[in-house]
T-cell receptor, first 114, second 115 residues
Framework: SQTIHQWPATLVQPVGSPLSLECTVE??????LYWYRQAAGRGLQLLFY??????ISSEVPQNLSASRPQDRQFILSSKKLLLSDSGFYLC?????????????FGNGTRLTVT | GDSVTQMEGPVTLSEEAFLTINCTYT??????LFWYVQYPGEGLQLLLK?????DKGSNKGFEATYRKETTSFHLEKGSVQVSDSAVYFC??????????????FGSGTQLTVLP
């Protein structure tokens, strides 16, 4: 069966520090991968998605970047965090085929920028 | 573009009460529809789905029917429990979104069930 792992679960970082959040998927090949952010008390915002190694699409201009160095690894980064980067970050995957396949989410990373 | 509109929360119910959370959508194509649930401090879990008109998705006592004529996918449960307290998200995938297959989410509805 397929599983998705995100880490760390929680993170407290000062303003101006770098960020690296990692997400890996097991039990599938060539998945579509996604990063979402959920601000406190608000809905989900799609940040990045990837349909293959090295292929990254950005949905909104921001202080963050994403990379996919391996087939089942998706990394969210920042060189200098802002207070507004605080939130709950969720990684998700779905199979590369099957138009009705839902997304499957990790347990999320709670990021607090101080 | 595609959008999902959910019932405003928060919703507070007593245990064993009937639950309805309204969800309507707009989409360019013929979307697949989903309900996700988020328990406190956790990620999103798929609750149920429907992929064509008049399909009924069901899971854990929750149900939702894909109504193309009213572009709706309302979530219902006949008797809620305290353990159902969570945030519920309605979402769609538009097949015209191509290989990216992006989920469009509603804003979420916070449900609190009191004993």
């Amino acid at each position: 069966s397929q599983t998705i792992h995100q880490w760390p679960a929680t993170l407290v970082q000062p303003v101006g520090s770098p960020l690296s959040l990692e997400c890996t998927v097991e039990g599938t090949s060539n998945p579509n991968l996604y990063w979402y952010r959920q601000a406190a008390g608000r809905g989900l915002q799609l940040l990045f998605y990837s349909v293959g190694i090295g292929q990254i699409s950005s949905e909104v201009p921001q202080n963050l970047s994403a990379s996919r160095p391996q087939d089942r690894q998706f990394i969210l980064s920042s060189k200098k965090l802002l207070l507004s980067d605080s939130g709950f970050y969720l990684c998700a995957w779905c199979p590369p085929t099957g138009v009705n396949s839902p997304l499957h989410f990790g347990n999320g990373t709670r990021l607090t920028v101080t | 573009g595609d959008s999902v509109t959910q019932m405003e929360g928060p919703v507070t119910l007593s245990e064993e009460a009937f639950l309805t959370i309204n969800c309507t959508y707009t989409a360019t194509g013929y979307p697949s529809l989903f309900w996700y649930v988020q328990y406190p401090g956790e990620g999103l879990q798929l609750l149920l789905k429907a992929t064509k008109a008049d399909d009924k998705g069901s899971n854990k006592g929750f149900e939702a029917t894909y109504r193309k004529e009213t572009t709706s996918f309302h979530l219902e449960k006949g008797s809620v429990q305290v353990s159902d307290s969570a945030v519920y998200f309605c979402a769609l995938i538009d097949p015209l979104s191509g290989s990216a297959r992006q989920l469009t989410f509603g804003s979420g509805t916070q449900l609190t069930v009191l004993p």
